[in-house]
């Protein structure tokens, strides 16, 4: 049984600088940033950010690692991101399981082949990333619109990756119901195949319903029942673990985006007597 302990994260944006000097919201236990945005920026940025380092904890969730592309890893860029780590003293680097480079940048993250070669192919480059950055590897789960190529179904491969690479999961809650809705599997069986020991942390987020059949996945909006349906069933499946909310855009005022950051808190703290029971 996992440790059980309310632990609630929010993705860190640059126009939250300013506010976050005055004061530290008490209901957030750790913060979120992708490296690719903050790694170019000196000046006032840098020096705000690793204030914020120093005093808080912090995840990274990368954006253009490209674990799946058909293109060689830039190694050069791997470095780059350890250096960023080890300056901020970051533990936490997750990334997609998708690919965003093939003879270029592609602007998107691109569904990996669904196939045992694929699954082999990214567990070699997993454990190079690992081998430099000299830390896990956290994967995440990904919304995905096609499936070219596939061979295994998306849990398969999820699962054959996690285990050739004997990484850990970052689980997206949201991406699974999207999933769902998208490719017409069930959610809740989904969710609880994943394995509960390879779980670092989650994803919560909000999407957009293009269709009845159609959802993207955008984070640009607040999450909806369904998700938080499927957020509480994990936890009573798995056990608490360190949930962040994810709002890349529409980004409400600080004291709006709070009240889901302590929905999930809320959500949490009603898991932790029973799991303790349990265990």
């Keep these: 049984m996992r440790q059980q302990a309310k632990q609630v994260g929010l993705g860190l944006r640059r126009e939250m600088l300013d506010e976050l000097e005055g004061s530290i919201p008490e209901c957030v236990d750790f913060w979120e940033i992708a490296p690719e945005n903050w790694i170019p920026l000196g000046g006032g940025y840098a020096r705000k950010l690793k204030t914020l380092t120093t005093k808080q904890t912090f995840k990274t969730h990368g954006l253009s690692l490209s674990i799946g592309s058909p293109d060689p890893l830039d190694i050069e860029f791997v470095k780059t991101v350890k250096a960023f780590l080890d300056l901020h003293g970051i533990e936490d680097y997750s990334e997609h399981l998708s690919y965003c480079s093939a003879d270029g940048h592609l602007y998107d993250l691109m569904p990996i082949p669904f196939t045992e070669e694929a699954v082999k192919y990214v567990a070699e480059r997993v454990t190079l990333v690992q081998d430099i950055i000299e830390r896990p590897l956290i994967l995440e789960n990904v919304s995905y619109y096609a499936a070219p190529g596939q061979e295994l179904s998306e849990q398969e491969f999820t699962l054959g990756v996690l285990q050739e690479a004997d990484c850990r999961l970052l689980l997206d809650v949201n991406n699974i119901y999207v999933n ?62 360190p949930t962040l909310l994810e709002r890349d855009f529409n980004i409400p005022p600080m004291d709006v985006l709070l009240q889901e950051v302590r929905r999930i808190g809320a959500l949490q703290e009603k898991h932790i007597p029973a799991m303790g029971k349990r265990a």
């Design 180 to 241: 769902s809705v998208n490719h017409g599997y069930n959610a809740e069986k989904f969710l609880k195949s994943m394995p509960t020991e390879r779980i670092a942390y989650a994803h919560i987020a909000g999407h957009y319903n293009e269709a009845d059949d159609l959802i993207v996945d955008t984070h640009g909006a607040d999450v909806i029942e369904p998700v938080w349906d499927l957020l509480d069933m994990a936890y009573d499946h798995h056990g608490v673990f």
